[in-house]
């Protein structure tokens, strides 16, 4: 999601957050030090409307939006109101916290062109929750999920993986559960490790085992997919590379510039596999191991193969291939593979 597909991100740094979750600090990942005011509302979308395609939509992250009070709310919506009088902003889109979603507070959404509602679910496991220092339950999630689908508006639900007290089994049932909210898109972000966060001093204290980017792309090998099968979109998956996250902010977990890449290019590797031992074909390829050549999309060779070959070196390791081929056949769809 970025400004040249016609959102305008308007940052509202920690508003409304009445709880410190362990693994955030917007500041460092927006990059924003202040939250916006209805001044820089306005500012922010004569800026945005100048470089994006109309009619774009305004986008307030970053906060608990439905959190902060009343007032603040209307003064920000309110600074959007004439650009979607005019057309020339199609709606507005926020994120906020599960606990934070009631009836009257989604009438206010809908009577200022708010379209789509972002919750951080984060997980679907209370007790992650609890030690992820999130102040709501996995309950909440799914009573404020139910009341914005009912009262009409788009759900995204945002997910994390590798929270304290989660592992690949928690994380994989979490999204189970979300998938079961049916909301309309997901956004998964595996959990990186933020300077200036309890998260960063727990870790530092040995008290929390970092979610490395194996570790990330292992689950979500495995939950992509699940997201996929039920038609749900990923609309992101990893956090938006930036320069402070890049430039030290991200002292450790999962932070990738190319992590999406590496999911997609996992899942082929997974699926190769499943083709080798669950299938006929399979087998015949692995009763007399030389080299294995494998067709795809074209746009899907360089994820088949893997980052540095890493999935062919994977195959002839487990299964004893000498060499790995991998071509192009522009007949397959994107993340198809058949045996050559
Ligand atoms: S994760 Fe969301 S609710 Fe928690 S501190 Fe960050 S912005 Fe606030």
Redesign the pocket.
């Known amino acids: 999601m970025t400004a040249r597909r016609g959102i305008i991100p308007i940052f509202i740094?920690?508003l409304?957050?009445?709880?410190?979750?362990v693994?955030?600090?917007?500041k460092r990942i927006s990059g924003a030090l202040h939250p916006a005011s209805a001044q820089d509302v306005t500012r922010e979308i004569e800026a945005g409307l100048a470089r994006c395609r109309r009619p774009a939509q305004c986008a307030f992250y970053?906060?608990?939006f439905t959190?902060i009070p009343v007032s603040e709310q209307l003064a920000l919506l309110g600074a959007a109101q004439p650009y979607l009088r005019s057309g020339e902003l199609e709606s507005i889109r926020l994120?906020?916290?599960p606990d934070a979603i009631d009836e009257p507070t989604l009438e206010r959404l809908h009577e200022h062109g708010v379209s789509v509602i972002e919750l951080?679910a984060?997980s679907m496991d209370d007790d992650v929750l609890i030690k992820s220092?999130?102040?709501h339950s996995a309950a909440d999630t799914v009573h404020a999920a139910e009341m914005i689908k009912r009262a009409g508006f788009l759900l995204v639900l945002q997910m994390m993986t590798g929270l304290p007290g989660s592992d690949e089994a928690r994380d994989t049932e979490s999204a189970r559960r979300i998938i079961a909210l049916s909301p309309d898109a997901v956004r998964i972000y595996p959990t990186v490790i933020i300077r200036d966060t309890p998260l960063y001093e727990l870790w530092r204290q040995g008290k929390y085992t970092e979610h490395t980017v194996e570790d990330a792309v292992c689950v979500c090998a495995r939950i992509l997919p699940m997201f996929e099968r039920a038609g749900i979109t990923v609309i992101r998956l990893g956090l938006n590379p930036t320069d402070e996250l890049s430039g030290g902010s991200a002292a450790g977990g999962a932070y990738h510039p190319a992590l999406g890449e590496l999911v997609k290019s996992r899942i082929m590797l997974n699926r190769v596999r499943e083709m080798l031992t669950g299938t006929e074909q399979g087998r015949e390829r692995l009763a007399s191991p030389k080299q294995l050549r494998l067709l795809t999309a074209p746009a899907c060779v360089s994820q088949l193969i893997g980052q540095h070959s890493c999935n062919a070196e994977a195959l002839c390791a487990e299964f004893g291939f000498q060499s790995v081929k991998v071509s192009p056949l522009p007949r397959l769809g994107d993340g198809e593979i058949e045996f050559g």
Do not use: I, L
């Open positions: 740094p920690h409304g957050c009445g709880h410190d979750c693994f955030c600090n917007q970053g906060g608990s959190a994120s906020t916290r951080g984060q220092g999130r102040g």
